[in-house]
């Protein structure tokens, strides 16, 4: 039996070309050698996430699924802000270790919560 707050509903995503684009318009932005997150500020009373995980920077399918997974499990695991987020990979992500990658995402809601909260 899943517990409510573990999962990763509908509502949690980012659905459609135009919340994207919201973000991307004026994001407040997290960036490491393996991830960027951009997150903004939306008067929604839960945080959504999107995923921009390319097949120009992470090439096979089972490394980008392997990423999306742990994205998804971080979001879900985290106590996260209300706010749009979207993940974008860069090509060191492909092999980094779990861990190492949890610990990068962990640090990216920290950092992006903190920030929006200051504005």
Not at 20 to 28: C, H, I, L
Not at 57 to 67: D, P
Request: charge should be positive.
């Amino acid at each position: 039996m899943h517990n409510k707050p573990c999962q990763f509903t509908r509502q949690q995503r980012l659905l459609k070309a135009r919340d994207y684009q919201f973000v991307f318009a004026k994001p407040y932005t997290s960036s490491d050698r393996y991830l960027t997150v951009l997150a903004r500020e939306k008067k929604l009373p839960f945080a959504r996430l999107g995923l921009a995980i390319t097949k120009k920077r992470i090439k096979l399918a089972v490394a980008r699924n392997r990423l999306k997974r742990l994205i998804r499990e971080s979001f879900r695991q985290q106590q996260i802000a209300n706010l749009d987020y979207v993940v974008l990979a860069k090509s060191d992500a492909y092999q980094a270790d779990n861990n190492i990658l949890l610990n990068s995402l962990a640090k990216h809601w920290h950092k992006l919560s903190r920030q929006c909260k200051k504005s």
